[in-house]
């Protein structure tokens, strides 16, 4: 496994690393505002069927 497989990156992406593991910490590092409205998201999507 390439090393930038075991990082979560794809080997073929043109996104520079640096950017990539900041954009992975601001995605598991959430304000209470952004987990909020990704819920409601995924809550209108199951309710609208996907169609939102």
């Known amino acids: 496994m390439s090393e ?6 794809l080997a073929h992406s043109n ?3 640096k950017t990539g593991q900041r954009a992975k910490k601001l ?6 505002a952004e987990a909020a409205m990704w819920n409601m998201l995924r809550d209108l ?8």
Do not use: H
Not at 4 to 9: I, L, V
Not at 45 to 52: I, L, S
């Open 4 to 9: 930038a497989n075991r990082e979560g990156f």
């Open 15 to 17: 996104i520079d690393p």
């Open 27 to 32: 995605r598991t590092e959430m304000t209470k």
């Open 45 to 52: 999507r199951t309710t609208t069927g996907g169609r939102a």
